[in-house]
Nanobody, 117 residues
Framework: QVKLVESGGGWVQAGGSLRLSCAAS????????MGWYRQAPGSQREMVTT???????NYADSVKGRFTISRDTAKNTVYLQMDSLKPEDTAVYYC???????????WGQGTQVTVSS
């Protein structure tokens, strides 16, 4: 089992910044991709950004140039630096870890990010 614990959410005014952290523990061997997803009220969960073991990153168009994913492999932690935040970034942000063989997905409990205009 893999446990993911997010931290760093909160309230910020538009244009501000927040940094989310996700610490992975447990049976983390075999994790191939980690990422951040978000879900706003009344909307489906959507991918924000992912990073592979090789360091390849992928971003949703809506956050390109504003958000940055990074990782500290020694700490088994992934970070999401969010700059130039907009009210439409308001959502619950979830950390995700994916194993490829067999394919399994693990989720954190989520952390609320609220951006006021």
């Amino acid at each position: 089992q893999v446990k993911l614990v997010e931290s760093g959410g909160g309230w910020v005014q538009a244009g501000g910044s927040l940094r989310l952290s996700c610490a992975a523990s447990g049976f983390i061997s075999g994790i191939s991709v980690m990422g951040w997803y978000r879900q706003a009220p009344g909307s489906q969960r959507e991918m924000v950004t992912t990073i592979t073991n090789g360091g390849t990153t992928n971003y949703a168009d809506s956050v390109k140039g504003r958000f940055t994913i990074s990782r500290d492999t020694a700490k088994n932690t992934v970070y999401l630096q969010m700059d130039s935040l907009k009210p439409e970034d308001t959502a619950v942000y979830y950390c995700n870890a994916e194993k490829s063989s067999p394919r399994r997905n693990y989720w954190g409990q989520g952390t609320q990010v609220t951006v006021s205009s």
